[in-house]
């Protein structure tokens, strides 16, 4: 884009002078838009003749671009366009189950409500399948 006059900047700030008719590639970071939504636009030296624009790939915009389609490997989450993973979504006490996408609590072998006794006074525990359930 052509400049069509010199700049002029508030509170006495002084900028190296521009002559009319030079050219400048951006004066922010929407100038430098390049329709791709997987690029972060950047305009270094922004408004001078000295401006150019920088790309920088951009692995995610949302969470769905980072989901690896594994519920037991955690959400993945886009931050600041990189994808990061998150913990095991399940809780102490619990397997996870892929094929289901859900959080099962842990069952054992046993024969006795002894064999599957989790020294939790809180929990009465299910012979058979070691399902603890909470009273
Ligand atoms: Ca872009
Ligand atoms: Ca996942």
């Given at each position: 884009?052509l400049?069509?006059a010199?700049?002029?900047l ?10 009319e008719?030079?050219?400048v ?7 430098c838009?390049d329709?791709?939504e997987y690029?972060?636009?950047i305009c270094l ?13 951009v692995?995610?915009?949302t969470d769905?671009d980072?989901?690896?389609g594994?519920?037991?490997d ?6 600041d366009?990189?994808c ?14 892929e ?13 006795t ?7 939790n006074?809180l ?13």
């Amino acid at each position: 884009m052509l400049i069509a006059a010199s700049l002029s900047l508030p509170y006495g700030c002084k900028v190296s002078p521009i002559l009319e008719g030079q050219e400048v590639t951006c004066r922010n970071n929407l100038d430098c838009d390049d329709n791709n939504e997987y690029t972060k636009d950047i305009c270094l030296d922004a408004g001078t003749v000295n401006s150019s624009c920088k790309y920088q790939n951009v692995l995610c915009n949302t969470d769905k671009d980072c989901d690896d389609g594994f519920y037991c490997d955690g959400i993945e989450r886009c931050v600041d366009g990189n994808c990061q993973d998150q913990p095991n979504p399940c809780d102490i006490g619990e397997t996870c189950n892929e094929i289901s996408d859900i959080c099962e609590p842990i069952r054992g072998f046993c024969n006795t409500d002894k064999d599957c006794d989790d020294q939790n006074s809180l929990t009465t525990p299910h012979t058979k399948s070691c399902l603890f359930i909470k009273i």
